[in-house]
């Protein structure tokens, strides 16, 4: 036993003079493993075979054989990563057809948060709380009064907000597609995709000031407001011919027919106007996607926002503009 113990103090001197610090660890686990199984010449051979095995793959995997398998060797903590953004990393991988959460951003955005979830949920751990210091079920006596006062009205305004909340709708991306926002796409292009993904509150669905004056709703030969589309999803995507594309995916409701959004092409564009191509129109199996093109005029990029939109003043004038 002693000769062994000799042995093997000698072999692991003799690796990690070869190997350095970086790979004593795996290498003696090895030694030891030779050691252990036979006498001292035989021994000798099967450490030194498995030490260079060690040696060729720990460059590579940090992996040895142990019994004719590949086992995994313990590996030193990578400090780099140690603050990663799981959520980020996950944003950023692509899905089968390549497109990434194109709704995610690094830096911080309050609108990207629910007013009506923080509201209820601070809220009502306030006012649960307060319950049970006040009946003296949770420590905190002197302060029930305080939470009482400040989580009701904060659980009754987060109820509100949570009523009137319209969640975000997923945008998917083609990685080169988020690179020519700053270049390619339009001033609408951006503020459409910045709305319809955060949280709004008090509107009916998103875009819905746009689809009552494209879609006419409720006027002469125009769309019953019940029959609506509704936004359900945005694509970005690169043109053929290398522009910026934004693709609005609309689930149509039973009776609303897609000749309303052929008929209306014009209109769409002309709307979501300048700086875009001729609307396209696409039929799906729950609805159609509109198609908005930049046309790499650099209109529409001036940094400020489209004026509103007022009646002509005569029948046959076109439609006047603020701006």
Avoid at 70 to 94: M, T, Y
Avoid at 153 to 178: H, N, W
Wanted: include cysteine; hydrophobic fraction near 35%.
């Amino acid at each position: 036993r002693e000769r062994e113990e000799e042995e093997e103090e000698r072999i692991m001197a003799t690796t990690s003079a070869m190997t350095g610090a970086k790979g004593v660890s795996g290498l003696g686990c090895v030694a030891r493993l030779g050691v252990s199984r036979g006498g001292c010449g035989r021994s000798r051979v099967t450490v030194l075979r498995r030490t260079r095995v060690a040696t060729e793959c720990e460059s590579k995997k940090n992996t040895f054989l142990r019994n004719g398998r590949r086992e995994v060797s313990v590996k030193a903590f990578d400090f780099n990563n140690l603050f990663s953004n799981d959520e980020q990393a996950e944003a950023e991988v692509p899905d089968a057809n390549g497109y990434v959460d194109g709704a995610f951003e690094k830096d911080f955005n309050i609108t990207k948060f629910s007013f009506g979830s923080i509201g209820l949920y601070s809220g009502g751990a306030l006012l649960c709380y307060g319950f049970g210091a006040y009946f003296n079920f949770l420590p905190g006596t002197d302060f029930s009064a305080i939470m009482l006062i400040y989580g009701f009205p904060a659980t009754l305004i987060g109820f509100a907000l949570k009523y009137a909340q319209l969640d975000p709708v997923p945008c998917r991306s083609k990685p080169e597609a988020m690179a020519l926002r700053e270049t390619k796409a339009t001033d609408i292009q951006n503020q459409i995709r910045e709305d319809v993904t955060r949280y709004r509150y008090g509107d009916e669905q998103h875009l819905d000031l746009a689809l009552e004056r494209v879609l006419m709703l409720g006027r002469y030969e125009g769309v019953p407001r019940r029959l609506v589309p509704t936004l359900v999803g945005l694509r970005e995507e690169v043109s053929s011919d290398g522009e910026y594309s934004l693709v609005l995916q609309f689930k149509h409701k039973k009776g609303f027919l897609a000749e309303q959004w052929t008929k209306r092409i014009d209109k769409i564009t002309t709307f979501f106007g300048p700086g875009i191509k001729t609307a396209e129109m696409a039929e799906t199996e729950d609805g159609a996607e509109i198609t908005l093109t930049s046309d790499g005029s650099g209109e529409g990029r001036g940094g400020g926002e489209k004026g509103e939109v007022l009646p002509p003043l005569m029948p046959g004038l076109p439609a006047r503009d603020t701006q």
